[in-house]
């Protein structure tokens, strides 16, 4: 899952990852990726900058 937000840090490293964009899926939200995520409808990676 991915952010929609195109100004999102997270959501470039996401694609320079080179995921298949047929596998990636756009939230708009992260209580709504959450959610997704709960129901084990995909997986999210987070990080976390020190």
């Known amino acids: 899952m991915i952010n929609n937000d ?9 694609l320079d990852c080179s995921y298949p964009p047929e596998k ?6 992260l209580s709504q990726l959450l959610n997704l995520v709960e129901k084990g409808q995909g997986i999210a990676l987070f990080c976390q900058s020190f």
Do not use: F, G, N, Y
């Not at 195109?6 to 996401?14: D, N, Q, S, V, Y």
């Not at 990636?24 to 939200?29: K, N, R």
């Open 24 to 29: 990636l899926i756009t939230v708009d939200s």
């Open 6 to 14: 195109e100004h999102c840090p997270l959501r470039a490293k996401t």
